[in-house]
């Protein structure tokens, strides 16, 4: 009650007491609450109470759920279905009402008799994804293309991802959108997934930072945003049949752990449950996963989606079954999942039929309710926002090509091959993704961006001249390849269709040879994609194809042969093996797949206008069996999995290959720069921890290029209760561009969570006494500066519930 009389204080203009009495003056009259929500303002023609934007968003749902019959609320607790789709052709129409923004991925009901519209969601996560044209009109409707998550997190940059999140919600609003499906933040359990691509990293903290800083950009605009998937959706095969066995302390500490810390520092607008179950329930029906843990214990304010058809065992959206059969909607709804997308009409039916028979009680859905319709109410659709359909694109391109250029990782750089400046000759560049460069991934995640700048147009913007013989070899082998794969791929599903790589177009010795002789470096682009509905495979995937291999093979024997360089890009989406032939290149480029000014932003990092400064978010094994999450991979019968168990535990990513002392080829947290940096001065403001202990150190530009480092704060902790990985980041902070001999000090805070493991049989995340290792460094494996803190007497940070029982028997992997 105090809130709301606030609000109405604030909103209604004029200067009143805080005070029942003279909250409202309208008219010069002074009234109280009560009387003024007793007042009948229908009859006078003017407002109903929800439709009065001075009192609060809580008092106006209030009423309007009042005001609903069941047929209307049944309506609002499923999406409106994907408009202009037909499930018998698992089209889209032609000619169909694609609604207000075509493309957008569904949307609510509106109940016109109330002037309640219909809010538009639309898929995210590197930009907003809507149809480009519409029939008839002459307008376009493209949206940036951003780089992909993983490219954005590596980064390590906040402040220039909130950046980002501005300008994508800039687009989603001026498009009429009112919600982002967007960001995807699970976890990379394993190189292979599919949607890697799309997720930030194998580490949840710094997934949760990136994330909670792109949501915090994004609804700064007034729109939301909708965090997916929820949880334990890290792979794609059998996507919607798959029952994740997951230990509770593996879901709490490396599955859960970074939605719960974006929950804590963005409160996202909504957020979608995965497709998958976990221990035996789906999670859109886990009341552990939906209330217990996400709303009573981390305070999640916001309404919870499916994700489209969660709970319906259908992994390749098969229109029988969603014509024919429906979810459980009564343990989605009771269970928290307040949203059934895209909704079905099967789905209403049971809704109704539930409430007519008791199963559903009023009190359940109008929690459901009430959060749908507190975000329709803060909507820009409510408020009737006048939507341009012209977002700034040239701005925000800009905006790509700066954030794609810090995101790139400079894995190898011998002799200062790069930066790379001379204009003499032409450049030799091989690889087909040079000429048809991969800006992000498929499938949902995919933007229609207006242009994608290739590596070659990007090189030539710089200055340089691409070797004509090579481009005349390649374009139109690139261009009737690339043809014929939009045309499988279009026959096999459109959207959803795994993308297949284009073998690389042979070159005899001989040509190869010409070009080491005219060229004075030899750039090779090696690319891969992947998207939703497929993961990736071993064989010609994460491993280098055969005729990818000939290709470094010749080139650097050709160059090395005439004492040139050889520079290998990657332009991919997800890890790749890197061991075998890293020795036999001199500088390795990793952009990702860097959004539609790529080829510009690649180019930058090769002049070096810009100074690399990304790092991984991942790790690069030597061999894909290397990991610990590999054993479990994908889980059983291999064909069509139902059962996968997490037997690996914590031990995800670089947890697992520090703490077993496997050598990686290229380890998390890891990235060179054009400049060395010196760490100094690892000061701790007290060596003895209470509640909180701040970190600072001072970095230095040692070398003679400008440039940016990333501190990285590794935590070594003592294992009384449990064991515990070798180290964790646990904090981390990036330098502003320091000038050579330049330094900045950059201070970082742990609190009482980030030092505490979750123990299962106590239900609580404690933190042991002992001596806990602060470990600084510019890379997991490269640490710089060391020091050390205390703790008296074990800490109990948190009580938690008994959630997510096991519905099979395994233990965790231990060191
Ligand atoms: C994807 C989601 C996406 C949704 C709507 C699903 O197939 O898994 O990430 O947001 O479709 O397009």
């Not at 009143?16 to 003056?25: F, I, R, S, T, V």
């Not at 795994?498 to 002789?517: C, F, G, H, M, Y």
Request: net charge negative.
């Amino acid at each position: 009650m105090k809130a709301s009389l606030l609000s109405i204080l604030i909103i209604s203009g004029v200067s009143c007491k805080n005070n029942q009495k003279d909250y409202e003056k309208e008219d010069n009259q002074l009234i109280t609450l009560n009387e003024y929500r007793f007042k009948d303002l229908n009859k006078n023609g003017e407002l109903d109470l929800y439709e009065d934007s001075r009192l609060t968003i809580e008092e106006r749902v209030k009423d309007l759920i009042d005001k609903l019959n069941d047929e209307e609320k049944a309506s609002l607790l499923i999406g409106i279905g994907m408009p202009g789709f037909d499930w018998e052709t698992m089209q889209f129409m032609a000619g169909a009402d694609l609604g207000k923004v075509p493309g957008a991925a569904g949307g609510t009901h509106k109940i016109k008799r109330l002037g309640i519209p219909s809010v538009i969601v639309a898929d995210g996560p590197a930009g907003l994804r809507i149809n480009p044209e519409r029939d008839n009109d002459t307008i376009t409707y493209y949206a940036t293309a951003f780089p992909v998550g993983t490219a954005l997190a590596s980064t390590w940059n906040e402040k220039l991802i909130n950046n980002v999140g501005k300008a994508i919600g800039n687009e989603v609003k001026e498009y009429g959108v009112d919600v982002l499906l967007g960001p995807g933040m699970n976890i990379h359990r394993n190189p292979l997934c599919g949607r890697n691509f799309e997720y930030y990293s194998e580490d949840p903290m710094l997934s949760g930072k990136i994330a909670a800083a792109i949501i915090n950009g994004i609804q700064s605009n007034g729109v939301g945003t909708s965090v997916k998937h929820f949880v334990a959706n890290n792979q794609e095969r059998n996507r919607m049949g798959i029952n994740a066995h997951v230990s509770e302390r593996a879901m709490r500490e490396i599955y859960l752990r970074g939605f719960e810390i974006t929950v804590k520092n963005a409160q996202p607008w909504t957020i979608m449950s995965s497709y998958n179950f976990v221990n035996g329930t789906y999670t859109s029906s886990s009341k552990d996963l939906l209330t217990t843990i996400l709303r009573d214990e981390w305070g999640f304010k916001g309404l919870v989606m499916t994700d489209w058809f969660g709970g319906y065992n259908n992994s390749g959206f098969n229109p029988n079954i969603l014509k024919n059969e429906v979810s459980d909607v009564t343990k989605q709804l009771t269970a928290g999942n307040d949203l059934l997308m895209p909704g079905l009409t099967k789905q209403k039916e049971s809704i109704i039929k539930n409430i007519k028979n008791g199963n559903l009680t009023n009190e359940a859905i109008d929690t459901n309710l009430k959060r749908i319709l507190e975000l329709v109410l803060k909507s820009p659709a409510m408020n009737n926002y006048k939507y341009s359909n012209k977002p700034n694109l040239k701005e925000h391109a800009e905006v790509t090509r700066q954030v794609a250029a810090e995101a790139t990782i400079l894995l190898k750089n011998d002799n200062n091959t790069l930066p790379f400046n001379s204009k003499s000759s032409s450049l030799a560049v091989f690889g087909n993704t040079t000429y048809n460069f991969i800006a992000g991934g498929t499938g949902s995640g995919d933007v229609n961006e207006a242009y994608t700048v290739s590596l070659i147009e990007g090189l030539t913007n710089a200055g340089f001249s691409i070797d004509k013989e090579l481009e005349s070899k390649y374009l139109p082998y690139v261009k009737e390849q690339n043809i014929k794969e939009m045309a499988r791929r279009e026959k096999e599903g459109g959207l959803l269709a795994v993308p297949k790589r284009i073998p690389e177009l042979e070159l005899d010795k001989s040509t190869i040879q010409n070009k080491a002789n005219s060229s004075e470096i030899a750039l090779i682009t090696i690319g891969r994609n992947a998207g939703e509905s497929g993961d990736r495979e071993i064989t010609n995937d994460f491993n280098l194809a055969k005729d990818e291999i000939n290709l470094i093979n010749n080139v650097s024997e050709a160059f090395h042969a005439k004492g040139k360089k050889v520079v290998v890009i990657l332009n991919i989406g997800g890890v790749i093996e890197t061991a075998s032939w890293k020795d036999k290149v001199d500088a390795i480029l990793l952009p990702w797949q860097p959004g539609q000014e790529g080829g510009n932003s690649v180019a930058d990092v090769i002049t070096g206008k810009v100074n690399p400064s990304g790092k991984l978010t991942m790790t690069f094994p030597v061999n894909y069996e290397d990991a610990a999450a590999t054993k479990n991979w994908i889980g059983a019968p291999a064909e069509n999995p139902t059962s996968v168990t997490y037997e690996e535990g914590i031990y995800v990513g670089y947890r697992y290959f520090n703490t077993f002392n496997v050598k990686p080829s290229y380890e998390f947290g890891y990235g060179l720069s054009y400049t060395s940096f010196d760490y100094s001065n690892l000061t701790l403001s007290s060596k003895t921890f209470t509640d909180k202990i701040s970190i600072s150190v001072t970095i230095t530009n040692t070398g003679k290029t400008a440039g940016k480092e990333v501190a990285e704060l590794y935590l070594s902790a003592p294992e009384k209760s449990i064991d515990k990985p070798r180290e964790e980041l646990k904090a981390f902070g990036k330098t502003n561009l320091l000038q050579p001999g330049e330094s900045q000090t950059i201070t970082l805070t742990l609190n009482t969570k980030d030092l505490a493991s979750f123990i299962p049989n106590k239900n609580a995340w404690i933190v042991d006494a002992g001596t806990y290792k602060v470990l600084v460094g510019t890379s997991s494996l490269n640490i710089k500066q060391k020091a050390q803190f205390s703790i008296e007497n074990e800490l109990i940070v948190e009580k938690t519930n008994p959630t997510l029982a096991l519905d099979l028997q395994f233990t965790d992997l231990k060191h």
